[in-house]
T-cell receptor, first 116, second 115 residues
Framework: DSGVTQTPKHLITATGQRVTLRCSPR?????VYWYQQSLDQGLQFLIQ???????AKGNILERFSAQQFPDLHSELNLSSLELGDSALYFC???????????????FGPGTRLLVL | GENVEQHPSTLSVQEGDSAVIKCTYS??????FPWYKQELGKRPQLIID?????GEKKDQRIAVTLNKTAKHFSLHITETQPEDSAVYFC??????????????FGKGTLLTVNP
């Protein structure tokens, strides 16, 4: 167990809908990262938050957004869902010291999203 | 943007043999290279990493080598065991502080260790 928790574990929804995925980082970690893992695209970095602020963006679609709250938990919002959004969504956390090159990331168990 | 190529996509070895997985990256600003192991249905787990100012790093049966000039890095697993069977991902990270952070994963290598 990495100490990172994600809810829900599974989510089934329909095209056009909106869902929210939740992540609680390890105690003391300030950075949260979101990833999408699908069979055709592999593991893709979506976005990173550090201490409540967006720090870096990867291949995140405009239909997706995220935020990190004062208690450091994070939510990933996926809207206008398409079939191709079906994937495993991981969050990870790290201590997130600014400027530190080597930040070990600890992954959560993931949320499996199925869009029908 | 950064491009990370990982080879081979599948690798099958006999127990006790060595396994080598290679990754190449395109952006010379990349300064951190972690390797992750993902067992079926589980989360990725960091197994070893290397910074750009280091050429090689070992941790028991696992080692990583980095050739900055050629822009490639490799994972070496010796004396493979069936429990090493998993998908291995390499990653290339540019992290120079502030908002300058980019992370790119390879496509993964499915390693099968046959007893």
């Amino acid at each position: 167990d990495s100490g990172v928790t994600q809810t829900p574990k599974h989510l089934i929804t329909a095209t056009g809908q909106r869902v929210t995925l939740r992540c609680s980082p390890r105690s003391g970690d300030l950075s949260v990262y979101w990833y999408q893992q699908s069979l055709d695209q592999g593991l893709q970095f979506l976005i990173q938050y550090y201490n409540g602020e967006e720090r870096a963006k990867g291949n995140i679609l405009e239909r997706f957004s995220a935020q990190q709250f004062p208690d450091l938990h994070s939510e990933l919002n996926l809207s206008s869902l398409e079939l191709g959004d079906s994937a495993l969504y991981f969050c990870a956390s790290s201590v997130g010291l600014a400027g530190r090159i080597q930040e070990t990331q600890y992954f959560g168990p993931g949320t499996r999203l199925l869009v029908l | 943007g950064e491009n990370v190529e990982q080879h081979p996509s599948t690798l099958s070895v006999q127990e006790g043999d060595s396994a080598v997985i290679k990754c190449t990256y395109s952006d010379s600003a990349s300064n951190y290279f972690p390797w992750y192991k993902q067992e079926l249905g589980k989360r990725p787990q960091l197994i070893i990493d290397i910074r750009s100012n280091v050429g090689e790093k070992k941790d028991q049966r696992i080692a990583v080598t980095l050739n900055k000039t050629a822009k490639h890095f490799s994972l070496h697993i010796t004396e493979t065991q069936p429990e090493d069977s998993a998908v291995y991902f390499c990653a290339s990270i540019i992290n120079s502080g502030g908002s300058n952070y980019k992370l790119t994963f390879g496509k993964g290598t499915l390693l099968t260790v046959n007893p």
